[in-house]
């Protein structure tokens, strides 16, 4: 029997990881290591101690649209997750690319809250259609979604008509990262290049977003991220002219 195989962004876990989970399971594990039994109902259904902190799913999608994430605490997670990445690749570009799936399940959650928002917030969402306005919004929001800010630029290609570019001149995820003189090629903002490409993706313009270092003098840091629509979505463009 043929069986589909899963979404090349969405990986399922490897026998090696089930084979562990068995082993890290309450029923594997010793006596001296034993976890403790579920509370029962009653404990469950008890009046919360007093002073207890919230449960963050407990929290308001909208209320909680102005919070703010400890920049040290983003720089230290982010850096364990390119270590931990680094050493499962051969390649910058095998780097890169896994950061862009990492950026891009990021994503796909950054664009359910994001629709979420609007309908709660408007009686008649709109929905883009047009890609300009959905790149806009993209520059915008985001990025203050995501990084508190909206990013610098946007610019069209010259020579090629399905290319866009969006510039952010310090990006905040490469703020306290320093590349080796052997990995120059590296860009980290892959990972922001694969939440581009997911929210493009969920509004309807596919495309294939890579990032690209384009230090300057006054902007060491800067980056430009490339998007190159797809065929359908330039055909679709030219209907609605």
Known sequence: MAYVQPH???SVLS???LSSAEHLSPTASSARFSLPSAPSINTTLGTPK???RPNVYDRSLNKTRTSEVS???FAFLFSEV???TQKRV???NDLERRLNTLGYRIGTRVFELMVWRAESASKAPKREIRFLPALMSVHTQVWRAVFGRPADAIEKSVEHEDEYMIID???PIERYISVPRDMSQLSCSSFTAGIVEAVLDGLGFPARVTAHSTPTQQYPSR???LIKLEKSVLEREELLK
């Open 90 to 92: 051969s390649g910058i």
């Open 82 to 84: 390119v270590q931990y």
């Open 50 to 52: 007093p002073g207890s």
């Open 223 to 225: 980056t430009t991220i």
């Open 169 to 171: 001149n310090d990006p």
């Open 71 to 73: 920049a040290s605490a």
């Open 8 to 10: 090349p962004r969405f």
């Open 15 to 17: 026998a090696s990881s």
